[in-house]
Every structure is written in C-alpha cells, then in structure tokens.
C-alpha cells in the first residue's frame, strides 16, 4: 500500500491520520514508519511534519523503528505477572535468541511488552498481530512460534 | 460584565466571571508562580507549579486554568500548597543540569527565580537529566534540551503565532521531548530563525546564539576599526534589560554605552532605515509606473525572508529588491565609509546591535557581502546580547549621559524609527511617495490605519488621483494568510509590509526575555513618541542622505545602489 | 455459600447462547424491543428512567449516567456527539471486551437508546488498538444493524437519524481518559487537557458530548425494557443493578461475572472463583485495576458497593479484582504497577512525567535494600504531590497502590530501610 492509498481509504482529514497511519503501517515490510512515510503523510494531510512525528512517536502500536515481520507483544502488567509473564519472557528469548525490545536476526519476530491485553482470566498473555494468546505454556508459544514460521514460508 | 465573589486567602475579592485564579490572586496582591502560563498563549496547565487549594475540590487546582467561581474559598499558601509547588519545582531540577551559574539565562530564568523564592537549595530526587547534544546548527538560535521543562510555550509560538509548527511534543512519558519532527537540526529544517520561541521559553532550553566574544576579540584587536550600528526598535528595549520601564527611550544612553564599551564609531541604522524608503519607494513607483509585478512586498525583515524563500518561492518577484536596513549599512560600512576613511573594508569590523535573530541569520548569507570574501556585517548582536555585554564590562546603563551618534550615518529621521514598529515601514514610505508623487506636503504625517496590533490592517492612498491600496501583516500565520491572497489573485494592494515578529521589530526575537502583547504595546508607543519627538519626519529630508546621493549614489535605484543596496534572493524550498 | 446467591444475568444472560455475529439471534432473545419502547417515547421520560434506575457510569467514576445526559441535552451548541469508550486499558480488566465479542448488538442498542433521548445524530465506538476482534464484531454488528433500520435515517420510522462511527485507537492507556479520547479523535496526540468546561458541554471539536462506558450503555436497554424503578430494586442502597467483575490473578477460576452489587468481595473471589491455587493465603487485593487500591485479606468481606467502599477510602474502579496469593513480593507489584502508568502517562504535566520515573527510582531502592528513613518520607511527599497536583486521573491515580500499601502494610517498606544509614541520618 502506498501512503496515498491509505489516505483514499480513510479520508484526509486529521481526524482520519491515526487509522491511515496504522493501516499503512500493517503493509511495510518491517512494521514500521519511515521519515520518509511520515513526511508524505503530513504532506499529503498538510499537517505540520512535527504534528505526524508526534503523533506516530505517542502511540505504542505505532513505531518509528524497523521491526520484525510479527511482533511479539507479551503482556507484563499484574494478572500476568502473577502468573508468570516472566517465564514466558524467558521462554520467548531463549527460542528467538534474541532479548525484549529487539528483532531476531531473520526479522521474523520482535519482542515487545505490552500493556495489559485484556486477557486476564487467561494469563499469561501474549499478542502477535491480530490474535491473542492466553494461557500460554512453553509448549504452546513453542507451537504459535512455529505456526507463524510456517506461515511466513506461505 | 458578571461579577463573581469569591475569598482568596480569608480575602474577599470580585472579579469579572471568567477571571482565573492567577489574576484574581494578582489583584489582592499574591503572585502564584507559573512557567507555562503566558498571557498571550492558550492555557496548557501542565506544569504544576501555580496550584492552589480550593474549598470542595479533591485535589489541588492550577491556578492559571482554573476561574474564579461564586463563593469559591481558595487558599494560595498552605502546607500543602508550598509542599506540592516545592515538589515539582524540585522534579524538574531532577531532570535538568541545573548548572546556573553557567547558564545563558542565569538570573533572568523562570525556574531559577521560583526555585529561589520557594527556598528550593537542592533537589531531594535523583537527578535523571539523560545529556543530549546542543544543537548549535542554526546561526541565529542555539537549543539545549538540557533545560527544557517542557512548558510547551514554544510550540505554541511557533505554532499558533509563526504558523509553522517548526516544534512539537516527541514522544511520550518520561521520554518525551520538545524538538523539530525527527530531532533533525534546526539549521536543517524549515525554521525561519525567528527566535520567538527563545522570546517565551521561561529557562535557556532555546536561546540567541551568543557572538558576544568575537565582538571583545574584534574590539581588543588595534588593527581594526569597529563599527557598530543600532536598529531602530532597541532604542526602546535596551532599557528593560537594566530594570527600566518598557518603553522607555533610551537612545542617548545606548549610544553612551556603545563608545563605553569600546566601539570606535556608533552609527544608527535608522540612517539606513531612511535609505531603505528611498530605495524601496523609488521601486515602487517604477513598478507601477512600468508594469512590474505588484503587490510589491518590502524585504526587511529576515525571518519573512526566510519564510517567502522556504514557504512561499514562487512569490519571489513580489519581493522589493532592497536589501534590509542592516545590510545596507553593512555594505556602506564596508564600500563607502572605509574608502571615506582610508581603510581597507577588511580592516573595518561592523557590528549591528538587533531586535532579531534572523538578523544573524541574515549577516552570514552569501549575498551579504561586497567583495565575495568578508561578511559585510561581521557580527550581529541582539538587543539581549548587548545587555549581557554592559554588564560583563559593568557599564552602569542607568548612570550614563546621553551622547550622540557618529557622523556620517548618525542623522535620521522619524520615519526610520517607526520602522521598529508594525506598520512603520509602510507608513515611512506613504510618507515619502506620496510627497514624491504629488508633490504636495502631507497634512498629517501620521498613518494611524496602519499602526497597532491588528494581524492584517490595510489603508489607501490618493496618489494625484490613482487610489493605491496598501496592506500591512506582523507575524508569520498572517502573512502565510496575505501569501494566500495573493496567490488566488485577490490581492489587490500595490505594497505590502511584512515583519515576521508580532509586533514588527519591537517584538524580535532578540529582543529582552518575556516578551507578551503590553509590553510590546509600550514600546511600540515609544517609538511613536520617538517619532513625534524629531525634527525630521520624513525619510526623503534626511540632509545626510540627500549628501550622500550627491557624493556617492548619484541616485536612487542607481549603478551604485544596485551594487550595494540591493540583492536577488532565492528559492530555498526545503 | 451459595455460589448463586449473588449472581443476576442481565448483561450477560445472552452471552453463549446466542451467536454474536447473527443480528437474527439477538432479536430472537428480545433484541431491540427497547429502542422500539424508546422511540414511542419522549427524550425526557428516557432520561427520567435512566434517573431513577440510580445507574451509575461503570467506566471507574461512577458518574450519574441520567445527569450526564441531561446536561448534554441541555447543553447549548450542535451536532452534539455520543461517544462509547471502548478503550478498557486498565490492568486487570476485560469486561467491555467480552461484552463486545458476545452480545455486540447489545452495545449497539443502548447507544441508539441513549442518542435519542438526547438528540444526538452521530456516535463513536472508540475501542482500543489491541481489540481487535472485538472492533470487527462490532463494526459487522453496526452493518447488520444499518440494514434493518436501527442505525441510518429515520430509525424505525421514528424520523430519528443517527449513526456510528468505530474508531481504534493506537495503544495508549491515557486515551481512555475523557479528554485525551477526544484529542484522539482528532487525530492528535492522546494528552489529556485541564478541565473544566467538561465534555457534556464541550467535548468533541468543542461541542456537547456524551462519554460513557461500554457497561454503561449495556445497562440502558434493560432499564427500559424494565423500567427505571424496577431497575433500581436490583442491588443496594448507593449500588443499583448489576455489576461484571473481572476475576484475575491467583485463582482457581478466573473469569468475567455479574453480581448484584451488595455481593462481598470474599464470596466473589472464593464462591465464584473457586479461591486460591493449592490453597495458598492471599497476601493483597487490587480492586478496579493497576489505578485502584490494595486491601489486604482480612478486608475480602467488603461489599461491592460504593458507599461501604467509600467510608474505608476505597473504590472497585471498573470493576476488576486481582488477588494476589502469599508468594508475592509487594515491592514488586508496586514496581510493576508504576512501571505501568511510567509508561502510559502521557508526558504532559510535571508531577505524573517526572514523578513516576522518582517513584520508580525511590521504589528500586526498598527493592534493592539501600533505601533510608528519609527516602520513605520522600517517597510519601512524592504521591501525594502526585495525586494532588497531576493534571488528570492517570497521574492522581497512578500512586493509589503505593498509598495503601503504606497504610495496610507498612512493614514492607520499614523492613527494608537500610539499618545503619537510617540510623546515621
Ligand atoms: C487514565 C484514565 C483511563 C481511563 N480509561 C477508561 C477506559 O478505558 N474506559 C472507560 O470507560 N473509562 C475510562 N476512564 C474513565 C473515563 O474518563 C470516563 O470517566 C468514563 O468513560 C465515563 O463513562 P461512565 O460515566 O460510563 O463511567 C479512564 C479514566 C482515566 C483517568
Ligand atoms: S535554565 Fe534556569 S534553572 Fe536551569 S540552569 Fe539555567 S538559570 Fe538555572
Ligand atoms: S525560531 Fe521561529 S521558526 Fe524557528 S522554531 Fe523558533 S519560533 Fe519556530
Ligand atoms: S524549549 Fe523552553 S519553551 Fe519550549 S518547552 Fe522547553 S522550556 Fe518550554
Ligand atoms: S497526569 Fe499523567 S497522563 Fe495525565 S496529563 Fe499528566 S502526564 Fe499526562
Ligand atoms: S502556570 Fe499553571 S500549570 Fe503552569
């Protein structure tokens, strides 16, 4: 998708920049928004390039850094936390060999914490893309692991 | 108007409804501390320190954001009160390098004098500050996020008044930080070098770049002859920096400071001021005479330069052809005045003393200079510099006699003064081309359609019958709104005067900390008084310029003035 | 005791027996008759309803629902705006979610109801980023709905118009906040602005708004189908009807439940959560989320009810209870909780930005055993600037577990007070 089409989608109002900006973003390669891609939004909405900036460096489903294919995002607040989000961390970065916050070297996944999911009766929780994970066990993030790395092969 | 009652601190006080707390406090007597509060801004509230108690609420209320209600109990000096401002004046200190001794803003800060008058000695937290580089990339202005407290007032300044939104909020949290998108480098942005951010940022996170020491250098150095000259609005706001009242008219004690500090000649640029008109209104009426582009734009203020080249290029040949005032006098400094004198131009070293930090900006382009290797004005000090540079060599401004300006360029006229004011230039010149034109002498010199605070104000003019409509814009959003006029061909001025600060050069970014609309109401005053005060009001009966033509230009619009005067200026589209 | 005593389905009763992506099953169940009473009658007999139900916001401030309306009613300026706040991002809760994926149309109906009782033509649903599923439940629900009449023009003959609009956010917590919800419809950053005017008067681009709830809006077609006063029988004296509660932590069964309000905190845990893994203790209880307070166990046997919760300086927020068994260690809750709002506040206002990074910073050192007598003190001046002076309910709420903390278990921090420095200073 280019910058251009999104905006068709969604309107170029500024009331439409955050949906356009998280649906184009879905498209990139590496999960994320160029300067180049924030110039063009704030170009194509006149909005000041400083107003796009900022608003793609608030939110958390936004990024200005190149990411991975899927991102991993595992809940970290109480409920998980009570039931062991730490070990499922420690899981998530022995198999990846990779640590919190970064890519694995293949750029088929990112680690990430996340806010609370709203998952709590099933915690611990995690996130990739549109579907939530609960319950988890080093069994099933083993299995979800490589269902995407099938997936990606696709 | 409704009023309302309500008891400030077992006070009772009546204030028109809609009143905030801060002001009716102010009336009893009882200053609230605030940072991000400005009078001329809209109200952001964040930082916390201006709370007060109010009877019946949960939790302590910002004083700035918060009016007065009927019956409302509101305490200003609690325990609580104290211990919360005390808490956040000392959270800030904990993210900030707290070094003011050294700082460029030591004992003219907003945060220093809160943190002192709350007898705050230290920070109880762990100070966080996380170093980031100073970005000294712009000529004009410097930015150390080492200070920034993250009022927000820039970002609204550069906003809501310039309209071009150069600064914003990055990030969130604890990471959150006040910068051009993408941290990119004010020198490579579209900033226009305005200042007017560093006019309203109540610590040093955005300041003038400092010059004042290749200043010292140049005046320490026996092989050079070192001018100076003093723009127009400073004779008015020099003043503020040693305790005086704005507005106060200062010019004899500024030129008695200037030779105080060791220059070896004082010149004015008003001289040039006067020049300009001439110049410019001979391009005027060339233009309408011969079918030029109209509206003619006037070309003396820096920042809107910056802005017509960066925002606005396919505008350009509406822009008049004369250099600003400053660097005219640059280029006689430097072309006629060294000749006159015997030296060499490399060995003269001019200095200008500026409301502005476009003007730094300005100095350093390459067009500024005659002979394609020196700059034709060395270096550009702001009104702010120049107070810093009396009091490292504690000159007592106060203490001193009023002298006068050097010859050649020391003689002006009232029409130059007012260039310091929104609207000046465009009343200097109605003053001049309609003289030129008619041939008659002008009943009133007084333009008044053009004076004052409007955003765009405009008059006309009855020029032996042809009606001539003029428009005059302060400000970066107002002219974006004239440039839009324009382009949809509904402009239907000969001449527009454009200043980039609010206020024209009275309110430039150089000029003295805290700038709000009274204070720039009082010295726009001043210079109207300055005006009224002079024997000469008219640009075109300046005898000093008049000799001038006759030894050296010839005429206006001349080989000589082309050479010297005036300059081309460019797209710069970023 | 009886495990059923304190349970009434009212918002739930359909959950699991009908399909949610099937309009037909909603209507099946009496789906819609409410909007169809309601439009037979006046704005102001709805308001009046919702009045006398005692329904109160169930978004954590626990606002009169029928005042809100009546003040956007009144409220001077057009269009006026309803907005559903679907952004549930406190720690701990998931109710609006299931009543999303569940019983969409449910949703859907209450904010039609409420749109004409105060005469508003355009809505928002605004849900969260990360619910996703719940956003495409909702978005074919409001589809199904345009196409039978209850969302469009001329609602069911009615001459009502009126439609919505989902809009997802982008991941941050503060957005649930009223004011930072709206300057994130304007497609800004989601930062939280001073009030007042409120947003009943001036909300969305400046105009009369209705925020509530999803739980809120859930409530409204069945206070119409049942009549506001029949409503207000279910529940206590301050509490009226129902309330989901979102089980969490260390139980046996974690889950979403409605109880009558009245129901103790004890028997919701025990009786319908089946008590703790393996029998272990319970060390703590943080009710309504990351923002609400802790309370140890012996208090389990308040009732959820807003007035007994309020005489002991408490409050269940939105409804979450999170229990939290003896292996934990307290601090680190508290680290976790902080580090939560550190990361969600929005940067604007001193005490919240800079605050939280001290708390966190102060909290490290109990952890770490290096703390002194005076770091306790700071640590207490630290909060309650917060919770004094921070612009919004993020930053005045964020130290509320600390609070408590310090007042049911203040030997956590004094334990770990390093001995000899405290007694050097
Ligand atoms: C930081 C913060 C986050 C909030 N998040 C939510 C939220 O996710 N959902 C919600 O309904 N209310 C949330 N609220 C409360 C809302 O501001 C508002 O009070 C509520 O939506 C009103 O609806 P109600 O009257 O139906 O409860 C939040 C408040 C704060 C201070
Ligand atoms: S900005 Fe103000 S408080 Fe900060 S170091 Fe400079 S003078 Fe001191
Ligand atoms: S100097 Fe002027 S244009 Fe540049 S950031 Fe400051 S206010 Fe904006
Ligand atoms: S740079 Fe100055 S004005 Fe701008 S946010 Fe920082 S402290 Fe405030
Ligand atoms: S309290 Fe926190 S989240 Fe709320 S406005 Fe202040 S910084 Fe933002
Ligand atoms: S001056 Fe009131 S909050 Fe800053």
Same mark, same amino acid.
């Given at each position: 998708?280019?910058?251009?089409?999104?905006?068709?989608?969604?309107?170029?109002?500024?009331?439409?920049?955050?949906?356009?900006?998280?649906?184009?973003?879905?498209?990139?390669?590496?999960?994320?928004?160029?300067?180049?891609?924030?110039?063009?939004?704030?170009?194509?909405?006149?909005?000041?390039?400083?107003?796009?900036?900022?608003?793609?460096?608030?939110?958390?489903?936004?990024?200005?850094?190149?990411?991975?294919?899927?991102?991993?995002?595992?809940?970290?607040?109480?409920?998980?936390?009570?039931?062991?989000?730490?070990?499922?961390?420690?899981?998530?970065?022995?198999?990846?060999?990779?640590?919190?916050?970064?890519?694995?070297?293949?750029?088929?996944?990112?680690?990430?914490?996340?806010?609370?999911?709203?998952?709590?009766?099933?915690?611990?929780?995690?996130?990739?893309?549109?579907?939530?994970?609960?319950?988890?066990?080093?069994?099933?993030?083993?299995?979800?692991?490589?269902?995407?790395?099938?997936?990606?092969?696709? | 108007?409704?009023?309302?009652?309500?008891?400030?601190?077992?006070?009772?006080?009546?204030?028109?409804?809609?009143?905030?707390?801060?002001?009716?406090?102010?009336?009893?007597?009882?200053?609230?501390?605030?940072?991000?509060?400005?009078?001329?801004?809209?109200?952001?509230?964040?930082?916390?320190?201006?709370?007060?108690?109010?009877?019946?609420?949960?939790?302590?209320?910002?004083?700035?954001?918060?009016?007065?209600?009927?019956?409302?109990?509101?305490?200003?000096?609690?325990?609580?009160?104290?211990?919360?401002?005390?808490?956040?004046?000392?959270?800030?200190?904990?993210?900030?390098?707290?070094?003011?001794?050294?700082?460029?803003?030591?004992?003219?800060?907003?945060?220093?004098?809160?943190?002192?008058?709350?007898?705050?000695?230290?920070?109880?937290?762990?100070?966080?500050?996380?170093?980031?580089?100073?970005?000294?990339?712009?000529?004009?202005?410097?930015?150390?996020?080492?200070?920034?407290?993250?009022?927000?007032?820039?970002?609204?300044?550069?906003?809501?008044?310039?309209?071009?939104?150069?600064?914003?909020?990055?990030?969130?949290?604890?990471?959150?930080?006040?910068?051009?998108?993408?941290?990119?480098?004010?020198?490579?942005?579209?900033?226009?070098?305005?200042?007017?951010?560093?006019?309203?940022?109540?610590?040093?996170?955005?300041?003038?770049?400092?010059?004042?020491?290749?200043?010292?250098?140049? /005046?320490?150095?026996?092989?050079?002859?070192?001018?100076?000259?003093?723009?127009?609005?400073?004779?008015?706001?020099?003043?503020?920096?040693?305790?005086?009242?704005?507005?106060?008219?200062?010019?004899?004690?500024?030129?008695?400071?200037?030779?105080?500090?060791?220059?070896?000649?004082?010149?004015?640029?008003?001289?040039?001021?006067?020049?300009?008109?001439?110049?410019?209104?001979?391009?005027?009426?060339?233009?309408?005479?011969?079918?030029?582009?109209?509206?003619?734009?006037?070309?003396?203020?820096?920042?809107?330069?910056?802005?017509?080249?960066?925002?606005?290029?396919?505008?350009?040949?509406?822009?008049?052809?004369?250099?600003?005032?400053?660097?005219?006098?640059?280029?006689?400094?430097?072309?006629?005045?060294?000749?006159?004198?015997?030296?060499?131009?490399?060995?003269?070293?001019?200095?200008?003393?500026?409301?502005?930090?476009?003007?730094?900006?300005?100095?350093?382009?390459?067009?500024?200079?005659?002979?394609?290797?020196?700059?034709?004005?060395?270096?550009?000090?702001?009104?702010?510099?120049?107070?810093?540079?009396?009091?490292?060599?504690?000159?007592?401004?106060?203490?001193?006699?009023?002298?006068?300006?050097?010859?050649?360029?020391?003689?002006?006229? =009232?029409?130059?003064?007012?260039?310091?004011?929104?609207?000046?230039?465009?009343?200097?010149?109605?003053?001049?081309?309609?003289?030129?034109?008619? =041939?008659?002498?002008?009943?009133?010199?007084?333009?008044?359609?053009?004076?004052?605070?409007?955003? /765009?104000?405009?008059?006309?003019?009855?020029?032996?019958?042809? /009606?001539?409509?003029?428009?005059?814009?302060?400000?970066?959003?107002?002219?974006?709104?004239?440039?839009?006029?324009?382009?949809?061909?509904?402009?239907?001025?000969?001449?527009?005067?454009?200043?980039?600060?609010?206020?024209?050069? /009275?309110?430039?970014?150089?000029?003295?900390?805290?700038?709000?609309?009274?204070?720039?109401?009082?010295?726009?005053?001043?210079?109207?008084?300055?005006?009224?005060?002079?024997?000469?009001?008219?640009?075109?009966?300046?005898?000093?310029?008049?000799?001038?033509?006759?030894?050296?230009?010839?005429?206006?619009?001349?080989?000589?003035?082309?050479?010297?005067?005036?300059?081309?200026?460019?797209?710069?589209?970023? | 005791?009886?495990?059923?005593?304190?349970?009434?389905?009212?918002?739930?009763?359909?959950?699991?027996?009908?399909?949610?992506?099937?309009?037909?099953?909603?209507?099946?169940?009496?789906?819609?008759?409410?909007?169809?009473? *309601?439009?037979?009658?006046?704005?102001?007999?709805?308001?009046?309803?919702?009045?006398?139900?005692?329904?109160?916001?169930?978004?954590?401030?626990?606002?009169?629902?029928?005042?809100?309306?009546?003040?956007?009613?009144?409220?001077?300026?057009?269009?006026?705006?309803?907005?559903?706040?679907?952004?549930?991002?406190?720690?701990?809760?998931?109710?609006?979610?299931?009543?999303?994926?569940?019983?969409?149309?449910?949703?859907?109906?209450?904010?039609?109801?409420?749109?004409?009782?105060?005469?508003?033509?355009?809505?928002?649903?605004?849900?969260?980023?990360?619910?996703?599923?719940?956003?495409?439940?909702?978005?074919?629900?409001?589809?199904?709905?345009?196409?039978?009449?209850?969302?469009?023009?001329?609602?069911?003959?009615?001459?009502?118009?009126?439609?919505?609009?989902?809009?997802?956010? *982008?991941?941050?917590?503060?957005?649930?906040?009223?004011?930072?919800?709206?300057?994130?419809?304007?497609?800004?950053?989601?930062?939280?602005?001073?009030?007042?005017?409120?947003?009943?008067?001036?909300?969305?681009?400046?105009?009369?708004?209705?925020?509530?709830?999803?739980?809120?809006?859930?409530?409204?077609?069945?206070?119409?189908?049942?009549?506001?006063?029949?409503?207000?029988?279910?529940?206590?004296?301050?509490?009226?009807?129902?309330?989901?509660?979102?089980?969490?932590?260390?139980?046996?069964?974690?889950?979403?439940?409605?109880?009558?309000?009245?129901?103790?905190?004890?028997?919701?845990?025990?009786?319908?959560?089946?008590?703790?893994?393996?029998?272990?203790?319970?060390?703590?209880?943080?009710?309504?989320?990351?923002?609400?307070?802790?309370?140890?166990?012996?208090?389990?046997?308040? @009732?959820?009810?807003?007035?007994?919760?309020?005489?002991?300086?408490?409050?269940?927020?939105?409804? *979450?209870?999170?229990?939290?068994?003896?292996?934990?260690?307290?601090?680190?809750?508290?680290?976790?909780?902080?580090?939560?709002?550190?990361?969600?506040?929005?940067?604007?206002?001193?005490?919240?930005?800079?605050?939280?990074?001290?708390?966190?910073?102060?909290?490290?050192?109990?952890?770490?055993?290096?703390?002194?007598?005076?770091?306790?003190?700071?640590?207490?001046?630290?909060?309650?600037?917060?919770?004094? *002076?921070?612009?919004?309910?993020?930053?005045?709420?964020? @130290?509320?577990?600390?609070?408590?903390?310090?007042?049911?278990?203040?030997?956590?921090?004094?334990?770990?007070?390093?001995?000899?420095?405290?007694?050097?200073?």
């Amino acid at each position: 998708m280019q910058v251009k089409e999104a905006l068709e989608k969604f309107g170029r109002t500024p009331d439409k920049l955050i949906g356009a900006m998280l649906a184009y973003q879905k498209t990139t390669p590496c999960n994320y928004l160029t300067q180049e891609d924030i110039r063009e939004f704030a170009k194509e909405t006149g909005l000041p390039e400083s107003r796009v900036h900022s608003v793609a460096s608030f939110y958390s489903l936004l990024s200005t850094k190149p990411r991975g294919k899927y991102i991993i995002q595992v809940c970290h607040d109480v409920p998980c936390y009570v039931n062991n989000s730490t070990n499922v961390v420690i899981e998530l970065e022995q198999r990846l060999k990779t640590k919190m916050g970064q890519t694995t070297d293949d750029g088929l996944f990112s680690l990430e914490y996340s806010s609370c999911l709203g998952c709590c009766d099933k915690a611990p929780a995690m996130q990739i893309g549109d579907n939530l994970y609960g319950n988890l066990t080093a069994e099933k993030i083993s299995s979800v692991l490589a269902e995407h790395r099938r997936k990606s092969h696709e | 108007m409704n009023m309302v009652n309500a008891k400030i601190n077992n006070r009772a006080v009546s204030v028109p409804e809609g009143t905030s707390i801060l002001h009716a406090a102010k009336d009893t007597g009882i200053t609230i501390p605030n940072l991000c509060y400005h009078p001329d801004q809209e109200i952001k509230a964040n930082c916390r320190v201006c709370v007060v108690e109010v009877d019946g609420c949960k939790t302590l209320q910002a004083a700035c954001a918060t009016s007065v209600r009927e019956g409302m109990v509101i305490r200003t000096n609690t325990q609580k009160v104290r211990q919360a401002r005390k808490v956040v004046v000392e959270l800030l200190l904990a993210n900030h390098d707290m070094n003011c001794t050294a700082c460029k803003k030591n004992n003219h800060c907003g945060l220093q004098e809160i943190a002192a008058n709350l007898g705050v000695r230290e920070s109880r937290f762990e100070n966080i500050l996380v170093h980031r580089e100073i970005d000294t990339s712009s000529p004009s202005i410097e930015r150390n996020q080492n200070k920034c407290i993250k009022c927000g007032r820039c970002i609204q300044m550069c906003a809501k008044v310039q309209g071009l939104a150069i600064l914003d909020y990055i990030g969130r949290s604890g990471d959150v930080e006040v910068k051009p998108a993408f941290g990119w480098y004010l020198g490579d942005v579209a900033c226009v070098a305005c200042g007017q951010c560093s006019v309203v940022c109540p610590v040093a996170a955005i300041t003038e770049k400092e010059d004042i020491e290749r200043v010292w250098e140049a /005046i320490n150095d026996p092989d050079k002859t070192v001018v100076v000259q003093t723009a127009p609005a400073v004779r008015v706001s020099i003043g503020e920096e040693f305790g005086l009242d704005p507005g106060a008219i200062v010019t004899g004690k500024l030129v008695a400071s200037l030779r105080a500090l060791g220059f070896d000649k004082v010149f004015d640029t008003d001289f040039t001021a006067d020049l300009t008109i001439i110049e410019e209104g001979h391009e005027l009426l060339e233009r309408i005479n011969h079918g030029g582009v109209l509206p003619m734009l006037t070309s003396c203020s820096p920042g809107w330069i910056n802005f017509i080249e960066q925002y606005y290029p396919e505008l350009l040949a509406h822009l008049s052809s004369c250099k600003s005032p400053q660097q005219m006098f640059g280029a006689l400094a430097k072309g006629y005045y060294a000749e006159k004198i015997g030296k060499k131009p490399e060995d003269i070293f001019s200095v200008s003393i500026m409301p502005c930090t476009a003007k730094k900006f300005e100095a350093v382009r390459d067009e500024m200079s005659i002979d394609g290797k020196n700059p034709d004005v060395d270096v550009v000090l702001t009104t702010r510099e120049l107070g810093k540079m009396l009091r490292q060599a504690g000159v007592d401004f106060n203490q001193l006699d009023e002298e006068d300006y050097d010859a050649p360029f020391g003689l002006s006229t =009232g029409a130059a003064v007012i260039f310091g004011a929104t609207g000046g230039v465009m009343e200097a010149a109605l003053r001049t081309v309609y003289e030129v034109v008619t =041939g008659k002498t002008l009943e009133s010199l007084d333009f008044k359609a053009v004076r004052g605070l409007e955003g /765009i104000k405009e008059a006309a003019v009855d020029l032996n019958g042809t /009606i001539v409509k003029v428009a005059v814009a302060h400000s970066l959003s107002n002219a974006r709104k004239v440039m839009e006029l324009i382009k949809s061909g509904k402009a239907e001025y000969a001449f527009i005067e454009i200043m980039c600060c609010p206020g024209g050069c /009275i309110g430039g970014g150089g000029q003295p900390f805290g700038g709000t609309d009274e204070l720039r109401l009082k010295r726009m005053d001043a210079i109207y008084r300055a005006d009224g005060a002079l024997p000469i009001r008219k640009s075109h009966e300046n005898p000093a310029i008049k000799k001038l033509y006759d030894e050296f230009l010839i005429k206006p619009l001349g080989e000589k003035s082309h050479h010297l005067l005036h300059t081309k200026y460019k797209n710069r589209k970023k | 005791m009886n495990k059923n005593a304190c349970v009434r389905k009212l918002l739930t009763k359909r959950f699991g027996e009908i399909n949610p992506g099937s309009i037909d099953d909603y209507i099946s169940r009496g789906g819609y008759d409410s909007l169809r009473k *309601a439009l037979a009658m006046s704005g102001g007999d709805i308001i009046n309803e919702i009045k006398n139900s005692g329904l109160k916001g169930r978004g954590g401030a626990a606002f009169p629902t029928g005042l809100k309306m009546q003040a956007v009613k009144e409220a001077g300026g057009s269009p006026k705006y309803i907005i559903c706040n679907a952004d549930e991002g406190e720690p701990g809760n998931f109710k609006d979610r299931y009543l999303m994926e569940n019983d969409p149309h449910q949703l859907i109906e209450g904010i039609i109801i409420c749109a004409y009782a105060t005469g508003i033509k355009h809505g928002y649903i605004f849900i969260r980023g990360e619910y996703a599923r719940a956003a495409a439940m909702v978005e074919k629900a409001l589809e199904q709905a345009r196409i039978r009449g209850f969302l469009g023009d001329n609602i069911l003959d009615a001459g009502f118009d009126f439609d919505i609009d989902v809009y997802t956010g *982008a991941g941050s917590y503060v957005c649930g906040e009223e004011f930072a919800l709206l300057v994130t419809i304007e497609g800004k950053s989601g930062r939280a602005t001073y009030k007042p005017p409120f947003p009943t008067t001036c909300g969305l681009y400046n105009k009369p708004t209705q925020i509530n709830n999803v739980e809120t809006f859930c409530n409204i077609p069945h206070i119409i189908e049942m009549g506001g006063a029949e409503f207000s029988k279910i529940g206590t004296d301050s509490s009226k009807g129902t309330k989901l509660v979102c089980l969490s932590g260390n139980v046996v069964r974690p889950g979403l439940y409605e109880v009558v309000f009245g129901t103790s905190i004890k028997d919701i845990i025990y009786g319908l959560g089946g008590g703790i893994p393996n029998n272990r203790e319970i060390k703590m209880i943080q009710l309504g989320g990351a923002s609400g307070p802790v309370i140890p166990s012996d208090m389990s046997d308040l @009732p959820l009810d807003y007035a007994s919760m309020r005489e002991n300086d408490l409050n269940f927020g939105s409804g *979450a209870i999170i229990v939290m068994d003896e292996r934990i260690n307290v601090l680190d809750i508290l680290k976790r909780i902080i580090g939560f709002f550190h990361h969600e506040s929005c940067g604007k206002c001193t005490p919240c930005r800079e605050g939280l990074a001290q708390t966190l910073i102060l909290l490290d050192r109990f952890i770490e055993g290096v703390a002194v007598e005076k770091d306790l003190a700071l640590l207490g001046i630290l909060i309650e600037t917060m919770s004094e *002076a921070s612009i919004c309910g993020l930053g005045q709420a964020a @130290p509320t577990a600390i609070k408590k903390v310090l007042q049911y278990f203040p030997e956590e921090f004094q334990s770990r007070i390093h001995a000899t420095d405290s007694a050097a200073v």
